[in-house]
């Protein structure tokens, strides 16, 4: 019995009902050539077979232990594997409509302590001759960013290899967890208690840097961010919405307003948010704010302030310009907030950036703790990740991905969660909202569209 | 908002992701004559057409409000028929396995206590020109034997009538509402609560009632139950199974014998839970011991103990007989372990009744209780329920209900429980068990055949 990292103990801490904490990846396939109708059952049977399970999927939380509430991981000795590989069919039409409705549900449910924290499911009965996996995880035992990569790295670029291996299988053909960690994995709960044991940890030479910084964004971030639809408490039911736009679209519209590419994307959620309140009639005056992490490029340390050079991960606070009318006038908007964003950052160490990337987030772990909310404005409407993603087509067993998206949590005071990703040549939107806070949320991917479209018309 | 009474906010207080408190009702559809491949999809589209709904399946909890942690009820404005009502499909190739399979699954998850607590799945892709529905209902609204009354009531014995409502309308058929209470039904925690209510509330004159009662009861029952696999602590996760028998196959068994058919029915579980614990290594030597709720006779109430006579609902502890060999002598221990147990009860009076029925069930309604465990044997192993359904078939819309199958709730050291229903010509088991406790539970519907077919054999 391992003691399980106070981090990760908060995460099943914090955890209920309305706050289930995992997160989740929708992949589509097509069916290879030739493929016959019991193809995804025989499939399914296949991945039943392989009866190896690594350490990290076979471990599930015990406790809580001691008064501080902390869990301890133990290895489950009769792993059910029958109960986390699971076959589900859609109903007839079997459109993309139908997979997002089983997928909602199936995001929407907590994962049982009981057994090791993982579920992956295989779905039939999907028109075009295609399938899908839906899979979650705890985010006790891996978060949204290593999870969507463990995904991608099982998958191999050779659409003539054979054997390929599930992400729960020892043998998988890359181990994401022998590489470092990455400074651009971002995560909310992570930098919440980096900060804590960053900064909390250090002298008070390193806390005064962090007064410093914080007077400096005080000073940039003029606008704050208004109450909205989404910053309010929610409930444990989950809408799912998912689509991919071509990369060179948004290439395009960047090329000809001089922004980049995320600016665009950025944009383009802008403006799909602008209608959506529009049409419910709750849109607010002032603009949106939303928080984009990004990786930066920090300065190298001096001695004795206990950070490292190199990349960093910030968390930027973005003017999502929802006032403006014009599309292209929005963009422009959301570069220059971008561009000020990132110019708070330079010339931080890491520590320092770490520190102030997550002062906007303690509300939110603060506000899934059962009985503690916050009377606070929020300090963001909205969180839009971009996980950069493989480059060239994967494929598993032959079955090309057409698509991967991902699953995030909404927290308590953010009902909504943009995660976009890359792969090959298209960027894939994962919109993860409470289903009773952000009703209709599929409207969001028609509005995407149209908000891209006036981008490409304004900025032509 | 009204308050709820102080018996319904127990079930919700004791749930926890071990225990959901919610019980379910599969249904087993024949297509019409003439249904198209889009009649499924069509009869799912047509409930949500159907936006009335009575105020029981409005009902959504509020609270604890006050120190005593008591829940209220309040009205859901906002009823979002789409989450309450889906449409689901199977895998291939769609038979009963299937079924089961994505029944145990919708039975092992939570109902989200934001909304009113109830779920109708309408299940397609189910082989031999059938559908299924799957109704999941909090006990703290419907007790399991209303909520399999209400399925019931809410078709029609005529297959040519349309315009059938579905159970949540406020315009289905007949309403098992305006009938008064019957005393058929059972259900483990209204008898405790009953017990605390009625005997606790009166007089040292009632309460020495029950100590003559109990010592009575303590004499008969000279066998006690054995500790066994089934009464342990339980996991979230459930494993449904279900199978019809024809009625005439017991019925001749218990005029051979001189059983009742109830007598064969316990005699069939006893037998397959014999050999489903024999295959496992785990019979106790000692006989497990059911708990049996029956319908007795009262006798009316003398003035002064605020009982009255007429029916009354008993639980028998019946004496399963596993360590015998031959299953014609088992069936004739089962039928005199019955005679005994309604002798004990002879003469009592309703209050009497309930109180000696209520007292096994104890440890049962504690257990659920967090953080308290009972260190007490167990009073029974397992839990059997016959619940008298409808004579005649019946039909939604034309469609004619090939079975109905009860869905119940494992309790904390009771890990199985066996529910049966008659309908029309046959008698329907349906077995829920925890799925960590109880594995292969499926095996137990060829044990029961098994079973069945031994009887058959020896009393010839």
Known sequence: MAMMPVTDSMFLLAEARE??????????????????????????????????????????????????????????????????????????????????????????????????????????????????????????????VSALRLLQSSLSEDPAERGVRPPWSPRVRTNVFDKPGRTEDFDPFRAVSSLVKDVFGLGPAAARMVNEAFREQAATLAFQAPKSMFNVPITGARRFAAQGWPLERLRAVGRAASATMNDVMLAMCAGALRQYMIDLGMLPEKPLVAAVPMSLRARSAPAGDGSLGGNALGLILCDLATDEVDPAARLARIHESMVRGKEVYHGMSRLQITALSAIPLVPLAIGTVPGLTTVTPPAFNVLISNVPGPRRPLYWNGARMQGVYPLSIPYEGQALNITVTSYADSLEFGLTGCRRTVPHLQRLLGLLEESLTDLEKTTA
Do not use: C
Not at 115 to 127: A, D, H, K, N, Y
């Open 19 to 144: 706050h289930p904490m995992h997160v989740g990846g929708l992949q589509l396939f097509e069916l290879p050539d030739g493929a016959g109708p019991e193809f995804v059952g025989e499939f399914h049977r296949s991945l039943l077979d392989l009866v190896d399970v690594r350490p990290l999927f076979r471990r599930r939380p015990r406790g809580p232990v001691g008064v501080v509430g902390q869990f301890a991981w133990t290895n489950d000795d009769h792993l059910d594997l029958e109960y986390h590989v699971r076959l589900s069919g859609l109903p007839r039409p079997g459109r993309v409509r139908e997979l997002l409705e089983l997928t909602s549900r199936l995001h929407g449910s907590l994962l049982d302590r009981h057994r090791p924290l993982w579920e992956f499911t295989v779905i039939e009965g999907l028109q075009g001759n295609r399938f899908a996996t839906y899979s979650k995880i705890h985010h006790a035992l891996l978060d949204g």
